[in-house]
């Protein structure tokens, strides 16, 4: 039997989003396999997390390209990224506390790629007179991830409602990025 890697991929990143000490025993018995047959694919936790950076990169791509980053107003656009982000948000929220993933030489150019994309959002709000413009697009994209990362804690704390996700996170990142007209 051909081992689902999607499968076995998927299931560790909602069993790492609820539980991000889980071991590799915890990790196999929710994915339905042995450790062995874990440790075969994935020779450690260190390379279970790559492969979940690689998913997490994929899966962020897919929602910027289903936000339409390009279309309309850029505060609008926002609102679409973090709608297209939330069924990713718990596993975002796994990758970005791994800050081994963000350290030196080994970091996946995939982020750089992502970070370009949203900062050229936020860039589009400024030169549009949406967005303030002495908040740096690379801080506004950093910002808009640790937002969807606390938020997807939040969630699954049961501190938030799940129905609440994208507008708290939409109100306080624009809130806070809007240009205000001088009185």
């Not at 936790?45 to 980053?69: M, N, T, Y």
Request: aromatic share 8%; net charge negative.
């Amino acid at each position: 039997m051909a081992l689902d890697r999607d499968h076995v991929l998927r299931s560790a990143a909602a069993l790492l989003t609820r539980k991000s000490s889980a071991t590799m025993d915890e990790v196999a018995k929710a994915a339905g396999i042995s450790r062995a047959t874990l440790h075969r694919h994935f020779a450690g936790r260190d390379a279970l997390v790559r492969a979940l950076e690689a998913l997490g990169i994929e899966e962020c791509g897919k929602a910027l390209d289903a936000a339409r980053l390009d279309e309309g107003p850029a505060s609008e656009a926002v609102r679409r990224l973090v709608g297209e982000f939330e069924p990713v948000a718990g596993l975002l929220a796994f990758l970005y506390g791994e800050s081994q993933l963000f350290e030196g030489e080994g970091q996946n150019e995939g982020w750089a790629r992502l970070d370009a994309r949203i900062a050229a959002l936020f860039r589009r709000g400024q030169e549009s007179g949406e967005f303030r413009i002495d908040l740096t697009p690379a801080w506004l994209t950093e910002a808009m991830y640790g937002l969807v990362a606390s938020g997807a804690w939040a969630v699954l704390d049961g501190r938030v409602a799940t129905k609440d996700f994208q507008f708290m996170i939409v109100e306080l990142l624009l809130g806070g990025a809007l240009r205000r007209e001088e009185s």
